[in-house]
Structures are given as structure tokens and as C-alpha cells.
């Protein structure tokens, strides 16, 4: 019986640390990729930024791409994920894509490194598959009902995702007032088909919602 | 006089060297910016990748943004300006806002490597620069006019950068039909207040301008 407790004593303290140093590379992916971008941080940037040996980088990500995954769904993902939850008490999918549009910049205004974050980890696959995604479902119900008229999804959602990217970078650099996302907001659901006065009454801020 | 000449020869030879040198640099710079990003790139690389020591870099260009600010100038900016004049032939700011997207469109069928170039250098602040000058005095000009309706000029060209911007991609990675560049467009004249279905009329592909 000790043999065993000991044995998973070891194993637990083991995983520990395991998890304690795959989260310290993470985290020091964050760092990185906020500050030079995606792209150029290397294997040997992480395993400095992290303190630990390069070999010690593979134990834990076969590839620079599966940390920048890891981070991505740590970090990058969960406040994204929760925008899109908040979102479902609007019916409206014009109502859905102003309300994103918002939560995005006061998201940003409270955690810029994941505002940063999301910009420059735009080029990895898993991202870009994330972001063109989400708009997807209420474009096409949208249109389904009438709501929105568009010729090509593929060219709105496009625009769609690339004003929120343009909106973001603007926030962040605090180029973007609240005016400013309303207009933004308002412009898309004009280019989605939605005549004035009903884009302007529907561009601004929705009441709070979480 | 033969001295003269001859020193008049050697400064030739040398200027032209200078500058066989300076444009290797600027070409190495383009095959790298192009295939990963303006960020990663080093000036090792560059040097590496011009074949010539690093100490030689220093000669030609104090720091690495003086050398991409030379490769913007040189490939990116120069295809940028002509399409900007190109689009003069239409006083409808409407009419250049569509041809804009299709000329950018066009030119990187033909030239991909500008359109990667482009792309990747969106961070270098002398290309965000000009790209946010663009389209600005056409939107005030189609605002004063009454052919366009929007409250913040920022916002305004913000989104029209960003479609182009993403459009571009979208071209370069095949996803963009001629369909899809015209929607994008027709969704922009809506976004900008023009309405149906004169944004649709105007979105198609101008005659050929040159």
C-alpha cells in the first residue's frame, strides 16, 4: 500500500509539472505572439521566453504550430467563444453581427493582449477556419429569411469578418470610438441588404447582455 | 584629362555596383517579405538570402524598416499609384471606389508576389499610411456631393480598405471569383449609402482602363 501511495504521489506531482511547464510555454507564447506576431517567433523565441530547454519544447509540442494551437484555444479562443454565446439571446441575426461587433471592442478594451493576439495569430489555419466560420450561420439564415439579400456568402462573410479585424486593430490602437463601431455596424448590415433608418436604430449598442 | 577620366570611370563603375548592390537587396527582400511576412524576416536574412555579409547591409540601409520602407517604394507602391491613376477617368467617386477593387483584383493575377507583398507589409506604417489615404478623397468627395452617406469618415475607410484587403487574399488564395470581387463591391456602394439597384449596376467590372 505505501509503494502505491507513493507511486501516486509521483505520478500526480509529475503531472503537475507537466501541466505547470506546458502552461509557462503557452504563456510565453502569448507574450511573443502579442508583441512580434505570429509569424516570426521561433521554436528557440518560446523555450527562451519560457525558460526552458529547447529539447524540453518537443516534450510537451511536436511543432511550433501546436503550441500556437494550444494558445489559441487557452487564450485566444474561450472570449471569442463566449462572445458567440452572448449573442444567442438576439433572434435577429442583424441584431447578432451588431452585437458582436461591440462585444469584440469592449472585449478588446479590457484584454488587449488577446485583442493582439487575434490579429496576429490571423495567418494560423485553426484561426482563420474560427473567424470565417462564425458569422456563417446568421448570414445564411439571414438571407434564408429575407432579412439580408446578398449574392455570394463567401464575399460577405468576408466582409463581415474583415470590418471586425478592421475594428479591432482601430480599437486597439484607440482609433476607434464607440461612434465608430456603430457606423461600422451600421455600414454592414447596409451592405447586407438593411435600409436606413433600421441599420442606424440597430447599429448602436445593444443593453448589456453576458 | 586621362586621370580625370579615369577617376570619372571608377566612380561609375562604382555607382553603378552601388546600385546592382542596393537592388539585389531590395529583390531579396521581396522573394522573402512575399513567402513569410514583412515580421520575420531579419536582416541576417536579407543578407543571406542577397549574398552578402551583413556588414554590407549597414552600407546600403541604416535599419530593416529603411529597407522594407525601399521595397515598398519600389515593388509595392508603384502598380498602387497606377491603379490610383488609372481610376482618375471616372469623376463618379462611386464608379473609382468599383474599379479600384477590380484593377487590384486584376493585378494580382497577374502579379501575385505584389499582392503577398502587400499583404504582409499591411504592418510597416508607410503602407498602412498609404493605404488609408486612398480611398479618403473619394469618400469626401461623394460625401459633400450627396452620392455617399456615412457619419465618420474613419470608420468609412476603414471598411473600404479592408475589403480590398481582404479581397485580396481571397484572389490570391483562388477563393475570389469575378463574381465575387463584383458583390464585394456592390456591397460596399450599399455600405457607403448608395442604393439598389444602382449599387448592382455599378458594381460589374468597368470597360478596360489603362
Chains 1, 2 share one sequence.
Not at 20 to 40: M, N
Not at 45 to 52: I, L, Q, T
Amino acid at each position: 500500500m505505501e509503494i502505491e501511495t507513493q507511486l501516486g504521489y509521483r505520478t500526480e506531482t509529475g503531472r503537475k509539472r507537466r501541466e505547470r511547464t506546458r502552461y509557462k510555454l503557452i504563456e510565453a507564447a502569448a507574450r511573443l505572439v502579442a508583441h512580434q506576431g505570429a509569424d516570426s517567433a521561433t521554436i528557440d523565441d518560446f523555450a527562451r521566453e519560457a525558460k526552458v530547454a529547447r529539447g524540453t519544447f518537443y516534450n510537451y509540442f511536436p511543432t511550433r504550430e501546436d503550441l500556437l494551437e494550444a494558445l489559441w484555444a487557452h487564450v485566444g479562443h474561450v472570449p471569442f467563444h463566449r462572445i458567440q454565446q452572448a449573442i444567442t439571446v438576439f433572434d435577429d441575426p442583424a441584431k447578432r453581427i451588431v452585437a458582436t461587433m461591440h462585444l469584440v471592442a469592449h472585449h478588446a478594451d479590457e484584454d488587449s493582449i488577446w485583442g493582439w493576439l487575434l490579429l496576429s495569430m490571423s495567418g494560423l489555419s485553426q484561426v482563420n477556419v474560427d473567424l470565417r466560420a462564425y458569422p456563417t450561420p446568421d448570414l445564411k439564415l439571414g438571407l434564408q429569411s429575407g432579412r439580408f439579400s446578398f449574392n455570394d456568402l463567401t464575399s460577405a462573410r468576408d466582409l463581415v469578418v474583415s470590418a471586425v479585424r478592421a475594428m479591432l486593430r482601430a480599437r486597439l490602437e484607440q482609433r476607434a470610438s464607440d461612434a465608430y463601431v456603430a457606423d461600422l455596424a451600421r455600414m454592414l448590415l447596409l451592405a447586407l441588404g438593411v435600409r436606413e433608418p433600421e441599420a442606424s436604430e440597430l447599429s448602436m449598442d445593444p443593453s448589456p447582455i453576458t
